[in-house]
């Protein structure tokens, strides 16, 4: 994500080292209350009652309160060391004025507030592990945009999308896993990925395995890629919309996707409908996203043991 993006989905949920020690509690008190407001937070719940789940909800209605409050008195501090707001179980330290620096808050926090733009490059990470992971990646596509996302799905598919059995030998009819087995005697594996925002996405496939053969299992992996963006066949096609749909059934099984799907999306899962709509999708379809692809600027990052692994300008 550093590699594809400059901001925001390029930072780090991290702290980065640079700011270790810097970061102060007015800054950290501007964060939370920018960025934690009651008109930005979504909750949502199952098998519990509504009337519960209002109680949950309750103390959040005066968030924004606390933010409007909180906005004045880190841009004019007044010497108030901490108030409390009565019933939201919120205690809120400010600094004396002596102790704020002369930062524009707005400013530091604008770029989160972009949307994602996709750029394109490389990242190289050394490390003394033995292995190598390699991740080859194009801009993909929204979750928001549902044609486009179903077709990135088969074609994902189409791609293979690893081993789905435990100890399983990667082969079968996974085109990427299959062509890097054979290229490393089954010393690397290989995936599709397909990774969906709200306004961005990356498409591509990651490499992972020993060192030392991570130049064949790149290189076997990127002929695959290329040949199957190129020659979108409808048998191909077929076969992956089953197990899209596979995987979709998979996903819904779990209580945690189908309150990402509401949380993220606003509106549950219909495996029902979402079936209907991937039978819709045409080879056409498909083509035309891996079309969409191919015309994309490059993204590459490895970490690990990457003395053998290949550059980006190798594989353009």
């Given at each position: 994500?550093?590699?594809?993006?400059?901001?925001?989905?390029?930072?780090?949920?991290?702290?980065?080292?640079?700011?270790?020690?810097?970061?102060?509690?007015?800054?950290?008190?501007?964060?939370?209350?920018?960025?934690?407001?009651?008109?930005?937070?979504?909750?949502?719940?199952?098998?519990?009652?509504?009337?519960?789940?209002?109680?949950?909800?309750?103390?959040l209605e005066?968030?924004?309160?606390?933010?409007?409050?909180?906005?004045?008195?880190?841009?004019?501090?007044?010497?108030?060391?901490?108030?409390?707001?009565?019933?939201?179980e919120?205690?809120?330290?400010?600094?004396?004025?002596?102790?704020?620096?002369?930062?524009?808050?707005?400013?530091?926090?604008?770029?989160?507030?972009?949307?994602?733009?996709?750029?394109g490059?490389?990242?190289?990470?050394?490390?003394?592990?033995?292995?190598?992971?390699?991740?080859?990646?194009?801009?993909?596509?929204s979750?928001?945009?549902?044609?486009?996302?179903?077709?990135?799905?088969?074609?994902?598919?189409?791609?293979?999308?690893?081993?789905?059995?435990?100890?399983?030998?990667?082969?079968?009819?996974?085109?990427?896993?299959?062509?890097?087995?054979?290229?490393?005697?089954?010393?690397?594996?290989?995936?599709?990925?397909n990774?969906?925002?709200?306004?961005?996405?990356?498409?591509?496939?990651?490499?992972?395995?020993?060192?030392?053969?991570?130049?064949?299992?790149?290189?076997?992996?990127?002929?695959?890629?290329?040949?199957?963006?190129?020659?979108?066949?409808?048998?191909?096609?077929?076969?992956?919309?089953?197990?899209?749909?596979?995987?979709?059934?998979?996903?819904?099984?779990?209580?945690a996707?189908?309150?990402?799907?509401?949380?993220?999306?606003?509106?549950?899962?219909?495996?029902?409908?979402?079936?209907?709509?991937?039978?819709?999708?045409?080879?056409?379809?498909?083509?035309?996203?891996?079309?969409?692809?191919?015309?994309?600027?490059?993204?590459?990052?490895?970490?690990?043991?990457?003395?053998?692994?290949?550059?980006?300008?190798?594989?353009?």
């Amino acid at each position: 994500h550093r590699a594809a993006y400059r901001y925001n989905l390029g930072n780090s949920v991290y702290c980065p080292e640079s700011m270790v020690g810097s970061v102060n509690s007015a800054m950290l008190t501007y964060f939370l209350v920018d960025h934690f407001r009651g008109e930005d937070i979504t909750v949502v719940g199952s098998g519990i009652e509504q009337g519960e789940l209002e109680k949950f909800v309750e103390p959040l209605e005066t968030l924004d309160e606390v933010y409007e409050e909180i906005m004045d008195l880190l841009e004019d501090p007044r010497g108030r060391t901490s108030f409390d707001y009565s019933g939201s179980e919120y205690a809120i330290a400010v600094p004396e004025r002596e102790e704020v620096d002369i930062v524009d808050m707005e400013d530091i926090f604008k770029i989160p507030h972009l949307p994602a733009k996709y750029y394109g490059g490389e990242l190289r990470i050394k490390n003394t592990s033995p292995d190598a992971t390699f991740i080859f990646a194009k801009q993909g596509v929204s979750y928001n945009n549902e044609r486009d996302l179903l077709a990135s799905g088969i074609l994902q598919m189409i791609l293979g999308t690893g081993i789905s059995m435990k100890y399983g030998s990667g082969g079968g009819s996974h085109k990427l896993s299959s062509a890097v087995c054979q290229a490393t005697d089954r010393k690397c594996s290989a995936t599709g990925i397909n990774i969906n925002y709200s306004d961005s996405g990356l498409f591509g496939y990651a490499v992972r395995g020993t060192g030392y053969e991570m130049r064949a299992a790149v290189e076997a992996a990127n002929k695959v890629f290329k040949e199957t963006l190129s020659d979108i066949k409808s048998s191909d096609v077929e076969a992956a919309k089953n197990k899209l749909k596979s995987a979709y059934g998979y996903y819904a099984e779990n209580d945690a996707n189908l309150m990402y799907e509401i949380g993220t999306k606003g509106r549950a899962l219909d495996l029902n409908a979402l079936f209907q709509s991937i039978d819709q999708i045409s080879q056409q379809d498909v083509a035309k996203f891996a079309d969409k692809v191919k015309a994309s600027p490059s993204t590459a990052s490895s970490a690990g043991n990457i003395m053998n692994t290949p550059v980006l300008q190798e594989l353009e």
